[in-house]
């Protein structure tokens, strides 16, 4: 990044990200990103966001997404949902429905902003269980459901202690059995929905994840524990996100988003 560049800090329950506008990809390169991410020498996040001129006819923008460790996501739904309320935010309209090209397609929102809360509803298009994974890792079998929900995850239900989480993570994330490298779900049902813990790949354990939380709703239909349609209450470290899958699997997903700050990135 040769000259300054202003941005915006966001985060959706705690998955936070440093948000730039630019025009074109190459402005922002994953050294930017790794450097630009460090909590320690730099501005602190858990990935880049670019807001990029739209590529589709009729959307407002495109999202381009640079994980902490540099590499790339084709999605983000907790970024996604801050994106469009940037771009809410700099259209001046409080209340928008926003179309936003991302690398796993268009995705529509609807942003709701009242006072200081926005909360943002997000098709997120047909999240697919498409099989089933075990595997034995440090003599721990895991049964594992693999879903696209526009990225790879990888679910497994059960009791896991967050040692558990932070020992497993990495060695499924990083599995032969998935060549791309996934992120992985540690999901429980409880009596008010499914409490949540994802490790993310190029990130690790963050505090919430969209794409999870879909990918997790969508295996919890697909196996009867939820009713089709039903909206269910998806409760990750730092707060709850409202996932809906219909029996074809189009899922949507409600939750917040919060501009925390604003600077400048100097060269």
């Given at each position: 990044m040769s000259a300054p560049k202003t941005f915006s800090k966001y985060e959706g329950l705690g998955n936070d990200f440093v948000v730039i506008d630019v025009g074109d990809d190459r402005e922002v390169t994953h050294d930017d990103a790794v450097r630009l991410c460090d909590r320690h020498f730099g501005i602190g996040a858990d990935g880049v966001?670019?807001?990029?001129?739209?590529?589709s006819s009729g959307s407002a923008a495109r999202m381009r997404v640079?994980?902490?460790?540099?590499?790339?996501?084709?999605?983000?739904?907790?970024?996604?949902?801050?994106?469009?309320?940037?771009?809410?935010?700099?259209?001046?309209?409080?209340?928008?429905?926003?179309?936003?090209d991302t690398d796993a397609g268009v995705r529509e929102c609807t942003v709701?902003?009242?006072?200081?809360?926005t909360e943002v509803l997000v098709d997120m298009g047909t999240v697919r269980v498409t099989g089933k994974k075990v595997l034995d890792i440090d003599g721990r079998t895991l049964s594992l459901d693999v879903v696209d929900a526009g990225n790879?995850?990888?679910?497994?239900?059960?009791?896991?202690?967050?040692?558990?989480?932070?020992?497993?993570?990495?060695?499924?994330?990083n599995h032969e059995a998935f060549p791309n490298r996934t992120n992985v779900e540690f999901a429980q049902l409880s009596s008010?929905?499914?409490?949540?813990?994802?490790?993310?790949?190029?990130?690790?354990?963050?505090?919430?994840?969209?794409?999870?939380?879909?990918?997790?709703?969508?295996?919890a239909v697909s196996v009867g524990w939820i009713e089709p349609g039903a909206a269910v209450a998806?409760?990750?470290?730092?707060?709850?996100l409202t996932i809906t899958v219909n029996a074809a699997g189009t899922t949507l997903m409600r939750g917040p988003s919060r501009c925390v700050y604003s600077g400048a990135i100097a060269p």
């Open positions: 966001l670019m807001v990029l001129p739209p590529r640079i994980n902490a460790d540099g590499s790339v996501p084709e999605m983000c739904g907790n970024g996604l949902r801050c994106v469009a309320h940037h771009v809410a935010l700099a259209r001046g309209t409080p209340q928008a429905v926003l179309s936003i709701d902003s009242r006072g200081a809360d790879p995850h990888a679910v497994v239900f059960g009791h896991f202690l967050r040692s558990e989480i932070d020992r497993l993570g990495p060695r499924v994330e008010r929905g499914i409490d949540l813990t994802v490790w993310e790949r190029g990130v690790g354990v963050t505090l919430a994840c969209g794409t999870g939380a879909c990918a997790t709703a969508a295996v998806v409760y990750l470290p730092g707060g709850k």
